[in-house]
């Protein structure tokens, strides 16, 4: 009898413990093959270079492939797009940035809702953007642009690599906030934005740091600003822009995103592994030297900045009117 009763209570306590065996046998399970990490725009850029390096953590850290594909297209709705229709089972990934935050807006008819079907796993880096002018403009802090451009209304042309980018959109903010009358001249990228500001052709631009630097450091350009809240790193001797107009911050950031439905199991692994990235000290320096800032936190804690990322450039897109090409 004894012996019954010992083996009844042997399987009870086996049966209550099956649950548990079972959530962590698919959390282990996870992932079963290689798995996408689906990117906006085209090979060799910044998105695209950070991409590959979260994919190569997590291919040595997971042991299982993770392959970076690029689809360019809409301004990257097409792979937003994509990875929204994607089986939710956490082997289709999207590589987002601040520009889906914008596109939420600036596009009346997208199939999709970025914040509704798409779920938040990692925020990654956060680069900030830079206001710099042409040696030309005879001021030396955002308060003297401000008060250079009021004396001048619509006589300052601000270089745009593009209508709704996150550097336009930065610049149309500014605009917003400051009440200028300055004018935007759109270019098909960074690039050609750049040589035209380099050559005097236009007089200010909002880029991100890693680009300009080089040129801000040879006094080729002059930087007035930095878009985010604090310092950077890159240039400790230049403010904030939201120094002198209260409230602003604009920044270019990274994250990871899966279909709204991908298993909580699959999304705390890949939190969990992409934050132990943005813990180690090798590999956080390599987002240093790309000027950007490591953005270590929870699936709520992106989700979060998601939202508020769309409700701000949202905002702005509205007041300026601005549609998409």
Do not use: C
């Not at 725009?41 to 590959?52: E, I, P, V």
């Not at 596109?103 to 990654?124: E, G, H, K, Q, W």
């Amino acid at each position: 009898m004894k012996l019954v009763r010992r083996q009844f209570l042997h399987l009870a306590a086996g049966a209550a413990a099956l649950p548990a065996v079972s959530r962590m046998a698919r959390a282990q399970a996870y992932p079963t093959r290689p798995v996408r990490i689906v990117v906006g725009f085209a090979a060799g850029g910044g998105t695209d270079l950070t991409a590959r390096l979260i994919a190569q953590w997590l291919s040595e850290r997971i042991g299982q492939p993770f392959i970076v594909e690029n689809r360019p297209g809409a301004s990257s709705n097409v792979a937003a797009e994509m990875v929204a229709r994607a089986l939710p089972d956490g082997h289709t990934l999207l590589f987002a940035n601040a520009t889906n935050a914008i596109n939420a807006t600036l596009y009346d008819n997208l199939s999709f809702n970025f914040v509704r079907d798409m779920a938040p796993i990692a925020s990654i880096m956060r680069v900030p953007l830079v206001m710099e002018v042409h040696p030309s403009v005879p001021t030396m802090t955002p308060a003297e642009f401000i008060a250079y451009a009021k004396a001048n209304p619509g006589k300052l042309n601000v270089a745009s690599p593009g209508i709704g980018t996150p550097l336009h959109v930065a610049g149309e903010m500014f605009k917003m906030m400051s009440g200028l009358d300055i004018v935007f001249v759109t270019y098909r990228g960074t690039g050609p934005a750049l040589v035209d500001l380099l050559a005097g052709q236009t007089q200010v631009m909002f880029d991100a740091l890693p680009a300009s630097l080089e040129h801000i450091k040879a006094g080729r350009l002059r930087a007035l600003a930095v878009t985010t809240a604090v310092r950077a790193e890159a240039l400790p001797n230049v403010p904030p822009l939201g120094d002198v107009v209260p409230g602003y911050e604009a920044s270019s950031w990274f994250g990871l995103v899966a279909p709204t439905g991908t298993p909580d199991e699959a999304i705390d692994r890949l939190n969990k592994e992409v934050n132990s990235a943005l813990n180690d000290a090798k590999f956080k320096s390599r987002f240093t030297d790309l000027g950007g800032t490591v953005l270590i936190g929870s699936p709520s804690d992106f989700g979060k900045l998601i939202a508020d990322e769309t409700g701000k450039w949202g905002k702005v897109v509205k007041f300026s009117g601005i549609k998409p090409h």
